[in-house]
């Protein structure tokens, strides 16, 4: 319905595991972005991607990894998380990273990501 | 203080009613300002951009006043279907001539029969 896609739509992992989770656009964008939305917080921005070139890291810890190998698929690759990691996991994608053209964000379903 | 800050509510009105959120934001140079909708489970979806000069789509009006660093969303006719969390978010340019979306973290709406 959006043009933004992400698998999975729910995720429970242990502290040890390693997953990945996916997202796609079929919008022709040239930005992609993961947030993270935990309970009762606002959104947080945690990556952005223009042009497949990483711009913005939110002083993200490394335990989230992420990848984009082209302008209409990113990743965000998961290791060692904590509890408090458990949150809903959202991508997003503008026309571009910057301007007027970034102002409209189309969301994905998210992930949903327990970690136990 | 928070970048965005919303009353969380929740906001129970019933059908038919008028009811308006409010917003402040912190950053003076904020450029741009939106209003996005989530329904409880799912994604946020933009709902309409908010100018100094006012505007209105069918029920929603959104204004914004740059001096008091204030939005608001007024709705009226208030639909069942307007139950949802409404996210007040500005847009702040980076230095690198990207933008960054700020979140509120919502106002909560629940319209009842």
């Known amino acids: 319905e959006t043009g933004v896609t992400q698998t999975p739509r729910h995720l429970v992992m242990g502290m040890t595991n390693k997953k990945s989770l996916k997202c796609e656009q079929h919008?022709?964008?040239?930005?992609m972005y993961w947030y993270k939305q935990s309970a009762k917080k606002p959104l947080e921005l945690m990556f952005v991607y223009s042009l497949e070139e990483r711009v913005e890291n939110n002083s993200v810890p490394s335990r989230f990894s992420p990848e984009c190998p082209n302008s209409s698929h990113l990743f965000l690759h998961l290791h060692t998380l904590q509890p408090e990691d458990s949150a809903l996991y959202l991508c997003?994608?503008?026309?571009?990273?910057?301007?007027?053209?970034?102002?409209?964000?189309?969301f994905g379903p998210g992930t949903r990501l327990t970690v136990l | 203080r928070k970048e965005v800050e919303q009353d969380p509510g929740p906001f129970n009105v019933p059908e038919g009613a008028t009811v308006a959120f409010n917003c402040t934001y912190s950053n003076s140079a904020s450029q741009s300002f939106f209003w996005y909708r989530q329904d409880c489970r799912k994604e946020p979806k933009l709902l309409m951009s908010?100018?100094?000069s006012g505007n209105e789509d069918g029920r929603f009006t959104a204004q914004l006043n740059r001096a008091s660093q204030y939005i608001s969303l007024l709705i009226r006719d208030s639909k069942l279907s307007d139950s949802a969390t409404y996210l007040c978010?500005?847009?702040?340019?980076?230095?690198?001539?990207?933008?960054?979306?700020?979140f509120g973290a919502g106002t909560r709406l629940a319209v009842h029969p």
């Open positions: 978010v500005v847009n702040n340019a980076r230095s690198g001539g990207y933008n960054k979306l700020i």
């Open positions: 997003a994608s503008s026309q571009d990273a910057g301007g007027a053209a970034a102002d409209t964000q189309y």
């Open positions: 919008l022709g964008h040239n930005a």
């Open positions: 908010v100018y100094s």
